[in-house]
């Protein structure tokens, strides 16, 4: 069914078979430079769903920024029905900077639905629920690791959320994480405004990592073919292997201060007593193993070369109800 209705983003019309590419200044720099977050969006001629892809709500997080970026240059942003809407860099303050947070120094992932007279980072927040979360039915949220540490691929959803679950399996990333919205995040408004919301976790801060992108990347595919939005030159790739669910896990901490030394187990399964790592001081007078409590899955490792007492340095999926922080 064709469609003639114009679609309006941040005070900008876009009809159907067009496509756009919205600047969008909340604030400018200290320096008085304007700091432009590109918003790109491109339209069918016939009506379908409404799909946002975002990423850099941590500034830090350039792994979900290159997806977004893949997802614009290999063409995928071209629906065969509906609208795509793509947000490459939410924060664009904290990624010209290279910093999770805003300017103000707060988590914009952590202040929705933000105030229209409030910090820099709920401004933001406040200019997103007013103006891109009511014209959308489905959002993928893409980020990665903080601090060094490292994800796995997975597909976070809450849980007893039937649609959600559908399409967790269809996106099919190597893992899927039931996990609770925090209140204050991007997930959490989205829930609230009847917005079906994935968020991918993959990679680290501050890195590229292009399996995980490529990840994103068909998953991101397998979606919008599930939709019926797809272009039909895009090649879509079937996965035999269904993602694995996770429902309860666990952060192994360091027992001790020193230099990690990561045996590159990520996403791989583990039987109790595996060496995970070692830890050692920088003078050669002790090695301290890290072994897994329990079998399970790699889900999340710490990569920073230096950890202290306490510190997580590995999430580990756990097949018993009983939640706890080991090691």
Not at 22 to 43: S, Y
Not at 98 to 120: A, Y
Not at 143 to 168: C, D, M, Y
């Amino acid at each position: 069914m064709k469609n003639s209705k114009p679609l309006v983003i941040f005070g900008e019309s876009i009809l159907p078979g067009e496509h756009k590419t919205i600047n969008v200044e909340i604030a400018r720099l200290h320096t008085t430079t304007k700091l432009n977050i590109p918003v790109i969006v491109r339209r069918s001629k016939i009506e379908g769903p409404v799909v946002l892809f975002s990423a850099g709500i941590h500034g830090d997080e350039i792994n979900g920024v290159e997806i977004v970026r893949q997802i614009i240059s290999k063409k995928i942003n071209r629906p065969l029905t509906g609208t795509i809407i793509c947000i490459p860099i939410i924060n664009m303050y904290g990624f010209v900077n290279k910093s999770r947070e805003f300017p103000d120094g707060r988590d914009l992932n952590r202040v929705f639905p933000g105030s229209r007279k409030g910090s820099l980072a709920s401004r933001f927040a406040y200019n997103i629920v007013e103006y891109i979360l009511p014209i959308i039915d489905y959002a993928v949220d893409f980020h990665a690791g903080g601090a060094s540490r490292f994800n796995a691929p997975q597909i976070r959803i809450t849980e007893n959320n039937p649609e959600l679950k559908v399409l967790a399996d269809v996106f099919n990333a190597p893992f899927t994480l039931y996990s609770k919205n925090i209140t204050g995040s991007f997930r959490n408004i989205s829930e609230k405004a009847n917005v079906k919301m994935l968020l991918f976790e993959g990679g680290k801060s501050l890195d590229i990592n292009n399996e995980i992108a490529n990840i994103g990347v068909k998953g991101v595919k397998r979606l919008l073919h599930y939709l019926n939005m797809l272009d039909p030159k895009q090649i879509v790739e079937l996965d035999d292997n269904p993602s694995i669910y996770i429902k309860n896990s666990v952060w192994l901490r360091a027992k001790c201060s020193g230099l990690l030394h990561d045996f590159n187990l990520i996403g791989k399964f583990v039987t109790k007593g595996t060496i995970l790592a070692i830890i050692t001081d920088p003078f050669g007078k002790f090695e301290q193993k890290v072994k897994a409590p329990h079998d399970g899955f790699i889900i999340n490792a710490n990569h920073s070369p230096i950890v202290y007492e306490g510190d997580a340095i590995y999430h580990m999926s756990k097949t018993s109800t009983e939640i706890e922080d080991v090691y």
